[in-house]
């Protein structure tokens, strides 16, 4: 019997005989019908998340047959294997929970399982970053192949897209303006085909971003899930997985400060979401890198937002691809990145940005770098007494007369007293208030879900109010927008000071200052801390006991403290 180190004999299982471990694995192989020469080829594992209860990756079983052609095509055996799916929907309390179980999942299994290089097959909002943290973790070579995004809808001769046309027609039905019949058909018109939501949300941008770290191919992040160029996508990257046999780029060569920063700047161009700061955090800092957000901000000064998509502009994402999709977006943004980043084709930035100009551009949803939507970057990062290690602020997709404003809180102390209060009639409210949720962080028991949209109250939404400060140490979803400060961190339930605010109390936003305060004299703090109860108990077992016990906030990027390089 020869001796391999690659294909099937990697990893073998330890019996103490190597030779019976070699004989035993093929002998099992042989029993799902393959010829022993192909048994004898190189082998691409491919990480695959199709799911009954993730409707956005729905097509993955034609997109993985694709991938499957291109990796035979190119003299590998394809072999398909199955980890946690995160159906951004479908998750209770929040899909953020089960970000980290996934990329665990996703980590043992290329590093158990006999493969030569993975293709990472995901695209609903958190499944994208777990694969990246995961791959990075396990060191083998990897290339990603994302979803793609779903078609827009029509209702009424409107386009319709997931997911910020959802929230736009409910608060129009919450106001009074639209009624039980339209939101009905509304529901049934906003995610039409398979694919991520429509718009620059979290999917949408980490699928771009994965592209600008280097580790998609070149011009895949837009393509729409049911367009035959995403099949032809994933044939190539099958492809391009056999080509990385051996290759000593694994997923943590491409993270780098270079490439991490050329990656902020491409999320502040796409005024993309706000969770894509989390989840660029946590995979950097699997790379042992670190995303600072004061950085952020010196970045957002020289980055202009270029892209008019949905939620801070009007296009979606078929839109973007159509006008030219990220390879025109990097051209515009060129004199502003590190060109010598390395990408997974084995060429570098400059190389690949060189090559793919066909020179087409759609102006009115990519916008030259000398003439963009607006001068500065989308997100920026706020300080301050009431977030010492951070906030962020979705500027481009905020409302710019609260961009500097003081006013009275009004505090809901949990998701439940939110949903509790927020349309009580008797709620003492009024339009320049500012409404702060807590309790609804990573260390909170609902794992900080997308709950910082909060709703304007029902009494104001009736009298037309359409945004007001809100802030939380919670997040918000990539499709939402209003003058929204989240992420607040420490968190409430970490004994952060947002957990020390109270109804009455005023706040001052400065984004000119990059400040977040709450006006209270340092006495007064000081003794609602003292008062402050302990965190409630951490849960006895499972999961969430692991989650509650290591979960670092979001300026760590919300990964376990265990699975960070020591
Ligand atoms: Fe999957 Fe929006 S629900 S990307």
Not at 282 to 306: E, F, M, Y
Not at 535 to 558: N, V
Request: charged share 20%.
């Amino acid at each position: 019997m020869t001796e391999r180190d690659g294909g099937l004999d990697h990893g073998l299982t330890d019996y103490g005989d190597r030779d019976f471990s070699r004989y035993l694995r093929r002998s099992f192989a042989q029993s799902m019908g393959y010829s022993r020469a192909l048994l004898e080829k190189p082998v691409i594992g491919i990480a695959y998340t199709a799911s009954d209860f993730n409707n956005c990756h729905r097509h993955f079983p034609e997109l993985l047959e694709a991938v499957k052609r291109g990796v035979l095509a190119a003299g590998a055996l394809p072999l398909a294997f199955p980890t946690v799916s995160l159906g951004e929907v479908f998750l209770s309390p929040t899909s953020l929970k089960f970000r980290n179980l996934m990329a665990i999942d996703t980590e043992e299994m290329i590093r158990a399982q006999p493969m030569d290089a993975v293709v990472l097959m995901g695209g609903c909002d958190k499944t994208v970053p777990a694969q990246l943290m995961g791959a990075v973790s396990a060191g083998r070579p990897a290339i990603a192949l994302v979803a793609g995004p779903m078609m827009t809808g029509r209702h009424r001769g409107e386009r319709l897209g997931a997911c910020t046309d959802c929230r736009r027609f409910w608060a129009r039905y919450r106001a009074g303006d639209v009624d039980a019949a339209e939101i009905s058909a509304v529901e049934g018109q906003l995610a039409v085909t398979a694919g991520t939501c429509a718009v620059m949300g979290t999917a949408s941008t980490m699928a771009c971003l994965t592209e600008a770290l280097g580790l998609s191919l070149p011009g895949t992040a837009a393509i729409p899930a049911v367009h035959a160029d995403r099949l032809r996508a994933a044939e190539a990257t099958g492809a391009a997985a056999v080509r990385l046999i051996g290759s000593k780029f694994t997923p943590a060569q491409f993270i780098n400060e270079k490439s991490i920063e050329n990656a902020l700047r491409v999320l502040l161009a796409l005024g993309g979401s706000t969770n894509a700061i989390i989840h660029l955090t946590a995979i950097a800092g699997r790379a042992g890198a670190k995303v600072s957000l004061d950085h952020l901000n010196t970045l957002s000064d020289s980055t202009p937002v270029l892209v008019n998509l949905k939620p801070v502009g009007n296009g979606y994402m078929e839109d973007f691809c159509a006008a030219g999709g990220m390879g025109s977006l990097l051209r515009e943004l060129k004199p502003l990145l590190h060109l010598d980043c390395m990408t997974v084709t084995g060429e570098t930035l400059g190389a690949r940005l060189a090559g793919d100009a066909d020179g087409y551009v759609d102006r009115s949803i990519i916008a030259p770098l000398k003439k963009p939507l607006e001068p500065s970057g989308g997100l920026v990062a706020l300080f301050g007494n009431l977030a010492p290690q951070g906030a962020i602020l979705k500027r481009s997709a905020a409302d710019t007369k609260l961009f500097e404003h003081e006013g009275r809180a009004v505090v809901f102390a949990s998701l439940a007293d939110l949903a509790a209060r927020i349309d009580d009639p008797a709620l003492d409210v009024a339009p320049h208030d500012i409404l702060v949720l807590q309790n609804a962080g990573p260390h909170a028991p609902e794992c900080m879900p997308e709950a910082g949209y909060l709703p304007i109250p029902k009494k104001l939404a009736q009298r037309g109010v359409k945004d007001m400060i809100r802030i939380s140490d919670a997040r918000m979803s990539g499709t939402a927008f209003g003058t929204i400060v989240l992420h607040v961190t420490p968190d409430a339930a970490s004994g952060g000071p947002l957990g020390l605010v109270r109804s009455g109390d005023r706040i001052r936003l400065s984004v000119k200052q990059r400040r977040i305060d709450l006006l209270v004299d340092d006495a007064e703090i000081k003794k609602r801390a003292a008062a402050t109860r302990p965190p409630a108990k951490t849960p006895e077992r499972g999961y969430a006991k692991l989650f509650a016990e290591q979960i670092t906030g979001a300026d760590e990027g919300c990964d376990f403290k265990f699975l960070r390089p020591q």
